[in-house]
């Protein structure tokens, strides 16, 4: 029995390992972009100012535009007030519109949470991360994520809705079943065991093209 705790242990430590490595990866990536764009704030400044010597107004207009089109891609989208959660949500964010993927996120967090940074990254991280897989089976027009997350009282609140290629669903032994196969769904097991151990409270509602997860965490 010991051996297989042991076995069990390792498994859930190298998916916890994976999960943040893959999450650090993805805020690495928005942070570079970010610093690009810093880079070369000088250089838009310069050419602004010299349409605007050469009194070329449309042409300023213009420059503006693209570069608010540009820093809309690379700017931190998402303030809760809490840090974690910030970086957990525009890194997923900016991956999703990456992909070509509307986001709405409206998020209200306190800045102190009792519920750990590994435990909140295992939640989010794979609620957007299964989002953005079924967003990806839609076409780009279709795809789709609202995310909303406030206090309720003393519980923080999170709500992932996603477009979905999948008609209703229907639950087997009270879940439902992974769209990915045989083999994959470890993710939401995971996730699952994180919320029970949290003393919290998950529910899932499928309906035609469209999956929502909502979730309840004490704190």
Known sequence: MKLLDKLIDKRIAEYQNGLLAAHYAEV????RQTRGWRHDYRNHIQVLAGYAEMGDLEAVKTYLRELRF???????????????????????????????????????????????????????GNLFDNAIEACMQLSEEERMIRIYMDMKNTQLYMSFTNTTAHKKQKKEAGRFRSTKGAGHGYGLVRVDTVIERCQGYINRNSEDGAFTTEVLLPQ
């Open 28 to 31: 690495e990536n928005m942070y």
């Open 70 to 124: 540009d820093l809309e891609n690379v700017d931190t989208v998402l303030r809760t007030g809490n840090k974690m959660t910030d970086v957990i949500l525009n890194s997923k964010i900016s991956l999703a519109k990456s992909k070509n993927i509307a986001v709405i996120a409206d998020a209200h967090v306190p800045v102190s949470l009792t519920t750990s940074e590994i435990d909140l990254c295992i939640i989010m």
